[in-house]
């Protein structure tokens, strides 16, 4: 089981950056693909992108291509989410997530942290 706790989220004019950050307890962090979604209020969870237990494969929504990179450090169980050139339309609450499958799909995720907020002013 793991436990999983986003930080970063805030206000940023539009163009802006932003690093959210995902930080695991336990020891099995690294035995986990981890991955990164974002809802906003009345829409379905939105897949934003994935990485692979040791790093080596990332997928992104076509969105966020180019603007977007997820990263993890499997010695400090941390994930990363390095957001550039922000729209308004990257606004919602972003939740990291851990799961077995390197997939695009919220119910391939077992374990969800708490959501932090981007609000992104045009």
């Known amino acids: 089981q793991v436990q999983l706790v986003e930080s970063g989220g805030g206000l940023v004019q539009a163009g802006g950056s932003l690093r959210l950050s995902c930080a695991a307890s336990?020891?099995?962090?690294?035995?986990?693909?981890m991955g990164w979604f974002r809802q906003t209020p009345g829409k379905e969870r939105e897949f934003v992108a994935a990485?692979?237990?040791?790093?080596?494969?990332?997928t992104y929504t076509d969105s966020v291509k180019g603007r977007f990179t997820i990263s993890r450090d499997n010695a400090k169980n941390t994930m990363s989410l390095q957001m550039k050139t922000l729209k308004p339309g990257d606004t919602a609450v972003y939740y990291c997530?851990?799961?077995?499958?390197?997939?695009?799909?919220?119910?391939?995720?077992?374990?969800w942290g708490q959501g932090t907020q981007v609000t992104v002013s045009s």
């Open positions: 990485i692979t237990q040791g790093g080596s494969s990332t």
């Open positions: 997530a851990a799961g077995s499958m390197f997939s695009m799909t919220s119910a391939h995720y077992d374990y």
């Open positions: 336990g020891r099995t962090f690294r035995t986990y693909v």
